[in-house]
Structures are given as C-alpha cells and as structure tokens.
C-alpha cells in the first residue's frame, strides 16, 4: 500500500474529484462548432500548436499505461482521477486533432503504448513500498508542471484566435478545452502538497535528485519534440522571456522541494530545459519565421 494523506488533505482530494467529474463531463462533439473563417491563416499561424497540443493530449492513454506500470498500487483516489482525467484528455485530443484535419494537416502522430526502459525499471523498484511514494511524487510533480503548461498554453491561443476573429474555435473548441484544465492542476497540487507532507527525508532527498535528472517539458520526449514545442512557444510568446514561463509552470515545485534555498525561485533544471526547446526550435529553422 502507498502510505495514506492525512485525513484533511484526503477529503479535499475526494471532494475536487467528485465535483470534477460533476461539472465537466468530457465535451461532446456535438456542442464543437470547426467553422473557421480564415482556415489558411489560422493554419499558418497556429496549425503546428493544434498539432502539437492534439498529440500530447492523446497520449494520456500512453500516460495511463505508464502509470499503473510505474504505480502499481496506487491510492483509489489516485484510480478515481485518473478515470475521470482520461476521458477529459481523450476528448480534447480528438476535438484538437479533428480541428487540424479540417484544417488540410495530416492527423496527430501520437505515441499510445510504448513504456521506457526506465520505467519497468521503477515500476519493478515499485513494488517496495517506500520507492513507489517516492514515484508518486515525481508524478505528481509532472502533472503539476504538465497542466500548469496546458492552462497557460490554452489560455495564450484563446487569447490568439480571438484576436485573429475566430470565434467558433475560440468560443467552441479552446475556450471549451481550457475550462477542464485548472481543474486537472488542482488535482496534482493538492497530491503533491499532501503526499510531499508525509515523505521522509531520504525520500525527499531521492525525489529532489531523480526530478533533476528526469525533468522535461510536456510532451517533449526526444530532441524533435524539443525542438517543436520550442516553435509552440515561440508562436505563443512565451520563447521570448521563458524564464517567467517556467517560473509560473513551477512555482509550486519551487516551494515544496527548494524551499530551503532561499532566492531560488526557478528551479534550474526546468528554466535550463525550456531555453534549450527554445534554442533547438531556433537552430532547426523548420519555422524560421518565428524566431527571427
Ligand atoms: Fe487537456
Ligand atoms: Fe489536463
């Protein structure tokens, strides 16, 4: 068994389950108006994020997967989520993906099924009580960073197709989209608040080592996704100052792990992972257009 929350932190983590599954069933793609106005326009300017965003949703399937090998013997809250979580994910994955075929691209290449190495490795490390905390921590921390991104990321291309007089996909397909995702933030924050509450300090000490070695931005397994979700940033503005990008994905994290550093306020690890997505996307010129 994983070890317990203290019973204030576990009742929260119900509560924010049972009210998210109440307030956002998965989005039905009937209430989804694909009218855009402009497709070539739209396409041109924010075509590569719908991609990039569809793929990365749709692996939540992936992401589940790797969690009952790297887990397993979660917590039933954490079971609960996840349920709730996927069917959530999965929609925005197809909404996103449907939206960029219409829009003439090729469909999202989404990697469903393929577990590392490293996590058989932990997921057999797993089954000594102790070392699974130690992985639900590290995930908890990644869904963290990941949902924080996707609430920034979507609240940013909101904001873009607003501006660009795309009203059906702002109002129907992302404005839809990004209303599920704080939702999904809480959910970790409140794991990782509770969880780092009950960890003993070798545990917290092979928490702090393994998330520097591991850490990575979302959906950004290999050099390639690097180097893409650097052009995402670029597009969404954020490649410009992504230090105050990565300050706001990992505020939390700083807090928890990094508290006794004063003045870190960036753990380095993450600020140094979104400069080098940033200086790939520029080095690889597929958009050169957007890091002029
Ligand atoms: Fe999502
Ligand atoms: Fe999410």
């Given at each position: 068994m994983s070890r317990a929350y203290a019973p204030a932190a576990a009742r929260r983590l119900t509560d924010h389950v049972a009210k998210l599954a109440d307030d956002h069933p998965p989005i039905d793609l009937d209430s989804v108006d694909f009218t855009v106005r402009r497709p070539d326009e739209f396409e041109a300017r924010f075509g590569h994020v719908l991609d990039y965003m569809a793929r990365v949703e749709l692996e939540v399937d992936r992401n589940v997967l790797e969690l009952t090998t790297m887990l397993p013997d979660p917590p039933q809250i954490d079971r609960d989520f996840y349920t709730v979580w996927q069917r959530q994910e999965i929609q925005h994955g197809l909404i996103l993906d449907r939206l960029q075929v219409e829009l003439g691209r090729e469909p999202a290449d989404a990697d469903l099924d393929s577990i590392g190495a490293k996590l058989k490795v932990l997921g057999a490390l797993s089954h000594l009580t102790p070392f699974q905390d130690v992985c639900r921590m590290l995930y908890y921390l990644t869904g963290m960073a990941t949902e924080r991104s996707a609430v920034l990321a979507y609240n940013l291309l909101h904001r873009g197709t607003v501006e660009m007089g795309e009203t059906a996909v702002a109002d129907t397909v992302i404005g839809q989209i990004k209303r599920q995702e704080p939702g999904h933030y809480a959910f970790y924050q409140f794991s990782a608040r509770g969880l780092w509450a009950e960890l003993a300090p070798w545990q917290r000490w092979l928490v702090r080592l393994m998330r520097r070695i591991s850490f990575a931005p979302v959906?950004?397994?290999n050099e390639v996704q690097k180097a893409d979700f650097g052009d995402v940033m670029a597009t969404l503005g954020i490649a410009e100052d992504s230090d105050d990008f990565a300050d706001q994905i990992s505020r939390v994290e700083a807090e928890l792990?990094?508290?006794?550093?004063?003045?870190?306020?960036?753990?380095d690890y993450v600020a140094r992972a979104f400069r080098e997505a940033v200086e790939l996307a520029r080095d690889r010129a597929h958009l050169p257009h957007l890091h002029r």
């Open positions: 959906g950004a397994n792990l990094w508290a006794r550093r004063r003045g870190l306020k960036v753990p």
